[in-house]
């Protein structure tokens, strides 16, 4: 079974507008950390957002928030006033973290979200 | 510190051909994980070192790859006899964890690997 889906092929926004990408999520281990990278075209995976599953507060850094609904197990990534420089990849991932000591992280399909000027 | 480097950044090997990529991690960081990223996919896992010590291989990893992380510190993955299916983005990431607690992993920008 897929453990992360990122259904969105690709997503556009106006220049200054909010988007929200889409993340649902399968576990069966009560502690997992959730995260969302980007990837420009320029390939590197930069971290964006963590959300912990027994985190009380949804997480927040910057222009980035995640709406994270644990018993609809969903974590969408919320871009506030959308920038030029967020077109890019945009990357569901998760960690479970029972599973002894292995740390991998499992990704989805990613979502391309495009920013018209 | 200048985050996790990888090398090369291109390659492009004929089919049946070795290769080679190096990973060097955040100095401080133990555990090194390599991924590979197919057109239009996610990265997929490959394999992770915990210090020197490969503790996980995916199925992924067939007989042609091996990977390597003498002394803890830089990381090597090798193709032997490469296949045309092989080619994809090779990333490398690392990552500090204390008995347990992760703190954050860092990719480098990745190997893109073509084999003509």
């Known amino acids: 079974a897929q453990k992360i889906t990122q259904t969105q092929p690709g997503m556009f926004v106006q220049e200054k507008e909010a988007v929200t990408l889409d993340c649902t999520y399968d576990?069966?281990?009560?502690?997992?950390?959730l995260f969302w990278y980007k990837q420009p075209s320029s390939g590197e995976m930069i971290f964006l957002i963590y959300?912990?599953?027994?985190?009380?507060q949804n997480a927040t850094e910057g222009r980035y928030s995640l709406n994270f609904q644990k018993a609809r197990k969903s974590a969408n990534l919320v871009i506030s006033a959308s920038q030029l420089g967020d077109s890019a990849m945009y990357f569901c991932?998760?960690?479970?973290?029972?599973?002894?000591?292995?740390?991998?992280?499992?990704f989805g399909k990613g979502i391309t979200l495009s920013v018209r000027p | 510190d200048t985050g996790v480097s990888q090398d090369p950044r291109h390659k492009i090997t004929k089919r049946g051909q070795n290769v080679t990529f190096r990973c060097d991690p955040i100095s401080e960081h133990n555990r090194l994980y390599w991924y590979r990223q197919t057109l239009g996919q996610g990265p997929e896992f490959l394999t992770y070192?915990?210090?020197?010590?490969?503790?996980?291989k995916s199925r992924l990893l067939s007989d042609r790859f091996s990977a390597e992380r003498p002394k803890g510190s830089f990381s090597t993955l090798e193709i032997q006899r490469t296949e045309q299916g092989d080619s994809a983005m090779y990333l490398c990431?690392?990552?500090?964890?204390?008995?347990?607690?992760?703190?954050?992993?860092?990719f480098g920008s990745g190997t893109r690997l073509t084999v003509v």
């Open positions: 070192f915990q210090n020197e010590a490969q503790l996980e």
């Open positions: 990431a690392s990552s500090l964890v204390v008995t347990r607690q992760i703190y954050g992993y860092t």
């Open positions: 959300q912990g599953s027994y985190d009380q």
């Open positions: 991932a998760m960690r479970e973290a029972s599973l002894g000591a292995n740390s991998k992280l499992t």
């Open positions: 576990t069966s281990d009560p502690s997992y950390g």
